[in-house]
Antibody, heavy 120, light 111 residues
Framework: EVQLVQAGAEVKKPGESLKISCKGSGYSFSAYWIGWVRQMPGKGLEWMGIIYPGDSDTRYSPSFQGQVSISVDKSISTAYLQWSSLKASDTAMYYCARSVSSGWSGFDYWGQGTLVTVSS | QSALTQPRSVSGSPGQSVTISCTGT?????????VSWYQQHPGKAPKLMIY???KRPSGVPDRFSGSKSGNTASLTISGLQTEDEADYYCCSYAGSYTLGVFGGGTKLTVL
């Protein structure tokens, strides 16, 4: 069974750093792109970026370029989303998701989400 | 403002059909056959309902269908059921710079 399991909720202060994880299982982790999607409280979905675990090829949506960093450790089938200096506006639910085949067709399996709260 | 435009809400009665539209441009919806649709119930992760414009993943009922004409994609749900009440989001590939874009979401109410 394909599963993406995300780390638990995080509460941080503005200016702090954070790295959240997404562990895949039940499939060949290196062979499928993994994407990250943001959902701010009460709002819609936003496409952040995507990484191919096989060679760590990483692409960022222009809105998130320079704001976050996406990485992967394929030896432990885990993708990461990282911030160096959090802002209150980073408060949101963050989902990782596996891409269907080519990378652009859609996301067929989703993690349960990690709620990040940034507050002083 | 979302890159793709969806109606904020649609409604229908059990057994009826509804169609949710998703309007983009020739740089996203109209330029690629990479439109996907997601269903999201409150407090839950999104679920893929349609990919590559009209393909259904295994396990998704054939009551759900997708299509595209020009710069507008559509999700049609026939034989509405109460459990279909949820938010629905479209998504499209938008080229090697913008990558992916979502619509603003549509709340489906089953009356």
């Amino acid at each position: 069974e394909v599963q993406l399991v995300q780390a638990g909720a995080e509460v941080k202060k503005p200016g702090e750093s954070l790295k959240i994880s997404c562990k895949g299982s039940g499939y060949s982790f290196s062979a499928y792109w993994i994407g990250w999607v943001r959902q701010m409280p009460g709002k819609g979905l936003e496409w952040m970026g995507i990484i191919y675990p096989g060679d760590s090829d990483t692409r960022y949506s222009p809105s998130f370029q320079g704001q976050v960093s996406i990485s992967v450790d394929k030896s432990i089938s885990t993708a990461y989303l990282q911030w160096s200096s959090l802002k209150a506006s980073d408060t949101a639910m963050y989902y990782c998701a596996r891409s269907v085949s080519s990378g652009w067709s859609g996301f067929d399996y989703w993690g349960q989400g990690t709620l990040v709260t940034v507050s002083s | 403002q979302s890159a793709l435009t969806q109606p904020r809400s649609v409604s229908g009665s059990p057994g009826q059909s509804v169609t949710i539209s998703c309007t983009g441009t020739s740089s996203d919806v109209g330029g690629y056959n990479y439109v996907s649709w997601y269903q999201q119930h409150p407090g839950k992760a999104p679920k893929l309902m349609i990919y590559d414009v009209s393909k259904r993943p295994s396990g998704v009922p054939d009551r759900f269908s997708g299509s595209k004409s020009g710069n507008t994609a559509s999700l049609t749900i026939s034989g509405l059921q109460t459990e279909d009440e949820a938010d629905y989001y479209c998504c499209s590939y938008a080229g090697s710079y913008t990558l992916g874009v979502f619509g603003g979401g549509t709340k489906l109410t089953v009356l």
